[in-house]
């Protein structure tokens, strides 16, 4: 298995928000857990998982095929013309089939009531009184929800953890361990199709 930074810290920029989103999606899924077509691989009880998982497969196809209009930004734009040009582009697009993936608060239903174990990024919402995180977001790639635009809701999990932790830096990712449901959260910052009660939360490794 890929580190889970491998790919969110290599990839080129790229200048369309959506694009971002989409690239940084499908490459940062793609070195977590394993496929769908895989046998299920069950750690200390909990089934490992990859991000993309949690995706119905039309929105992941519809992600995977991106409209023409994504290559219409000019390199070297000025930051207010490619402001201009994202919101003509999402204008355009918005009743498309990818315009509705990027907004999807579809789930897959199976993974309800599942003890799942998943490894990404913490943002965090709420603290107890010493200063330990209880309630955060789980993100699959570095900065979402934060200094780039957020994945899809069906990619945004809220989790919830009593005992708490502390956050010692934000771009390193853990492995979370719990019950996943299909409780729709939303939130200033993003609304998540999912929601997990933690059992665990360990430092990501390869293993």
């Known amino acids: ?70 290559n219409d930004i000019e390199d070297g734009s000025m930051e207010d013309q490619i402001t201009s040009q994202i919101q003509g582009a999402i204008a355009q697009a918005n009743d498309s089939r990818y315009q509705q993936a990027l907004i999807s608060t579809r789930i897959v239903s199976e993974f309800d009531g599942q003890k799942i174990r998943l490894p990404g990024f913490i943002v965090p919402l709420e603290f107890g009184d010493d200063q330990t995180i209880t309630r955060f977001f789980l993100v699959p790639y570095f900065g979402a929800c934060i200094h780039v635009p957020p994945p899809p809701p069906n990619q945004i999990i809220y989790a919830e953890y009593d005992n708490g932790f502390k956050l010692e830096v934000l771009y390193d990712p853990f492995w979370l361990s719990g019950t996943l449901s299909t409780k729709l959260i939303e939130n200033d910052m993003a609304t998540a199709a999912y929601t997990i009660k933690v059992d665990r939360i360990e430092p990501y490794t390869e293993k």
């Open 1 to 70: 298995m890929k580190s889970v930074l491998s790919y969110t810290l290599t990839y080129p920029v790229i200048r369309h928000a959506t694009a971002l989103i989409l690239f940084q999606l499908v490459f940062a899924s793609s070195s977590l857990g394993q496929t769908q077509n895989d046998k299920a691989v069950l750690v200390d009880g909990f089934r490992i998982i990859e991000w993309t998982d949690l995706m119905p497969k039309d929105d992941l196809d519809a992600l995977m095929n991106p409209p023409e209009w994504l």
